[in-house]
Each structure stands twice: as structure tokens, then as C-alpha cells.
């Protein structure tokens, strides 16, 4: 912000304003799609799954 010029400050504030909520959201994407694979990978190696019918425990 201090390397723009006076007159693009509301400019150069909008974007910045714009940017750290994009980075955000998109952290928080990234962060959910880890934890689920974690989950999903912890959740097929249950023995739960084992005792399942093996055409249902495909489909999950």
C-alpha cells in the first residue's frame, strides 16, 4: 500500500482487501480437502468395513 501513488490508494486497498479474502477462503478449501482425505483414508482401513457386505462396502 505505501508504494502506490495517492491518487490509486482506494484502488490498491480494494484489491489488497480482495486478495487476503480470497487467501483465506481459499486456505480454508484447502484445509477441508486434507482433513477429508485424512478421514476417508483412516475411515476405509476400519475394521467396521470388514464386517460389511462386500458389494455395500465397495459402493462406500
Known amino acids: 500500500m505505501s508504494g502506490s ?21 481459499l486456505g480454508v478449501a484447502i484445509l477441508g480437502i486434507v482433513s477429508a482425505l485424512i478421514c476417508h483414508h483412516a475411515l476405509a482401513d476400519a475394521p467396521v468395513s470388514a464386517a460389511m457386505d462386500p458389494a455395500v462396502a465397495e459402493q462406500a
Open 5 to 25: 501513488p495517492e491518487e490509486k490508494a482506494g484502488n490498491a486497498g480494494a484489491l489488497e482487501e480482495t486478495l487476503y479474502g480470497f487467501g483465506g477462503t
